[in-house]
């Protein structure tokens, strides 16, 4: 069954921790993005990749990292400088990315609550 | 980046009534149009999808959507809504980058 796989689905840490959420997919996708979802707000797009060993910021990238050393992994690290962390960050892959791009599919989401 | 609007924060409706959700996008030129929903506790989920060709896009479930180029808009109808369509819906634009709006919630009283 191809899909994206997101874990954990819930993630609670203490502030000024470093936490790394999980996203990999069997879809045979070039293309992975991380978003984050709050209340009221949508989707907003944190980092990107187009390709193994290449990724960009998206529009809210600051207090994130991420990496892509394989093709069907990307994760992402929230660190201690994310001002306000707590918030439902999803994962998805799409074929290809840009102007032609295809249909993006999504992961089922990690809530991650730091107190 | 693009900027996408939807009209509509919170929409509250009985079964058999008809649904339109509107959305707006900034700036023209070449975009990919979506629709996709967020069902209680399930992932998000394509509804529908425009690239090119007839603007009247047909999708998942009964839904529809009408792209007016000339209005930057790419407005979600269903002509009879069911309980079951219940969840939250994001219109999104692509010209380089996918930019989603914020979502409308839609609340269907059996």
């Known amino acids: 069954d191809g899909g994206i796989t997101q874990s954990p689905k819930y993630l609670f840490r203490k502030e000024g921790q470093n936490v790394t959420l999980s996203c990999e997919q069997n879809l045979n996708h070039d293309a992975m993005y991380w978003y984050r979802q709050d209340p009221g707000q949508g989707l907003r797009l944190i980092y990107y990749s187009q390709i193994v060993n290449d990724f960009q910021k998206g529009d809210i990238a600051e207090g994130y990292s991420v990496s892509r050393e394989k093709k069907e992994s990307f994760p992402l690290t929230v660190t201690s400088a994310q001002k306000n962390p707590t918030a439902f960050y999803l994962c998805a892959s799409s074929r290809t990315t840009g102007r032609s791009s295809s249909e993006q599919y999504f992961g089922p989401g990690t809530r991650l609550t730091v107190t | 980046a693009q900027s996408v609007s939807q009209h509509n924060h919170h929409v509250i409706l009985s079964e058999a009534a008809s649904l339109e959700l509107g959305c707006n996008y900034s700036y023209g030129g070449t975009v990919n149009l979506f629709w996709y929903v967020q069902y209680p506790g399930q992932h998000l989920q394509l509804l529908l999808k425009?690239?090119?060709?007839?603007?009247l896009v047909k999708g998942i479930k009964g839904f529809e959507a009408e792209f007016i180029k000339s209005k930057f808009s790419f407005n979600l109808r269903k002509p009879s809504v069911q309980w079951s369509d219940t969840a939250e819906y994001f219109c999104?634009?692509?010209?380089?980058?996918?930019?989603f709006g914020a979502g409308t919630t839609v609340t269907v009283r059996a």
């Open positions: 425009y690239f090119s060709g007839d603007p």
């Open positions: 999104a634009v692509n010209d380089y980058k996918l930019s």
